[in-house]
């Protein structure tokens, strides 16, 4: 069983720290010491330690780097920034800048863009690669969407496709998508739901500029901009300005306070024509807001709540950890996933299948040191998590894809016929304008398709293959599940029919007892009368006897 990669970083002392102690001494590249403010030393080791003089280019190598590489090859990681307000979470995550040229101050998130870019272009012509991009905030523990890219990627031939909301001509950053719902999938895990969903078709490029993809909408109220991409770099510009809209203010401890948490969700989708196989992975980054003590910085007003509802998440985020690394019978324990949004965001990076990296970014100064011994604790305790013994590859073969697609296909024929022929009863009932009306209405639920020549068309995104899929599974299960409550309903019927009958029979039982009680009581006092009679007779009979004796007595002295 792998654990989770934890790793520190000491980013070096800043302006307001100028002058301060150092509270840290190197032992090696795993391990230091770490003094606090009441002079208490403290060891930790990790699996790296990055100090103050460490190059971004070294902690994304070791902590993203094969998470990339995995996720290109169908495998799920998550990456995480832990720690204190200031202690350097979004310039390990973004750089200096997300356009940063400078590969001294370049982030993880420009060298994820960069790898998945590269490692699509050294691809054959055989493969055609997606790239989705949802990136949404949890901001004040409500998930807001930032923006959805999609970057269909094809051998020599990039394109970037932006999904944003409604016909109403809202900008592609539009915030008003500000309760994002977070909902588990059998087979993709954690997922957002609410989040503009786009879905395309992996094909092989024809023409080289116009690019035409058969979109299949699952929301009448999205649009689509498309919008060509040469490199990473084009791409890195659009999301420049989803990372605009993060809520960001300043505070005691940090000028550019991330006041949020962001995460960044890359999706991708491989087709090899030649293994009859579609394949996705995916790469979470988590660039969580900061913790701060409020009695510390002073913090007032909006800050000081957004600051309490931050600390409350990442406190909901400790009790995960602690449960998850409990001794006792951790397997039965109660895991508190769903006690914010944050964790449950995070239950598959903690608690399932994908690998999972964490960063505990701190200040090596003393004055912060209470702080950062509080981060490294986090994450001595995440080292000890287990992660799933089994890395789930998300890979689904083209005879899979193909026995779904007849499935989804039949159920579909089967709801059309159904409500076309409600339709047909109904036309001969209602006027025509009301009929039109619930035909619409038809259309909305999906149990008639608008254009019936596609009925039975096929889905060709993987995800929407497979979310329909399940529909049909959940119709099935329904259906059985109403075959089966018909029959015990029928049973019940049945009995409380047997029931009535039972009753009757009692009743017409307790009558004929009834009236041979009366019989018997009859025949009881019949009897006791003869019993009288013979009693009477017999006391006669005797009288008489013993008078006729003694009158022979009396004649024969
Ligand atoms: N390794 C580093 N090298 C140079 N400067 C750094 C480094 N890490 C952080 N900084 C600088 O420190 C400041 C605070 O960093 P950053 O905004 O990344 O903190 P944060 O942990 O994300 O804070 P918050 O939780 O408040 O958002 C920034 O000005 C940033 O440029």
Redesign the pocket.
Known sequence: MASICVCARF??L?SREDGEAICITRSDSQSFSIKDEKDEQYMFSFDKVFYEDSEQADVYEFLAGPIVRDAVNSINGTIITY?Q???????TMEG?NILEADNLKKGLLPRVVDELFDAINGCGEATAYKIKLSMVEIYMERVRLATDLIFCVFPLQLCFIIATGSVSGRDLFDLSKDNIQIKEHKSHGILLSGATEVSFNIFHMESSNQLHFPISLTDNETTLLQIPILDGEEALKVLCGGIANRAVGE?Q??A???RSHCIYMFTIQKDVTNEKRVSSGKVVLVDL??SEKVEKTGAEGKVLEEAKTINKSLSALGNVISALTSSQHAKSLHIPFRDSKLTRLLQDALGGSSQTALLC?CSPSLSNSSESVSTLRFGARAKHIKASSSRVLNINSKEDIDRKQQEISALNDVKQQIAERILKKLREKLDAETVNLIGEEFVMEGLLLSDPTTSGSMITDEEELNSSHESVITSQTIASWKEATQKLVNTILELRRENVIMKEEWQVMKEENKVMRQVRKRIKAKLAQTKKLYLVMGIGFGVLASSCFSFVLLVSS
């Open positions: 980013r070096p800043n720690g307000t200031g202690a350097g979470k979004t310039f200096a505070t401890m940090n550019g306070s991330s807001a900061g970014c």
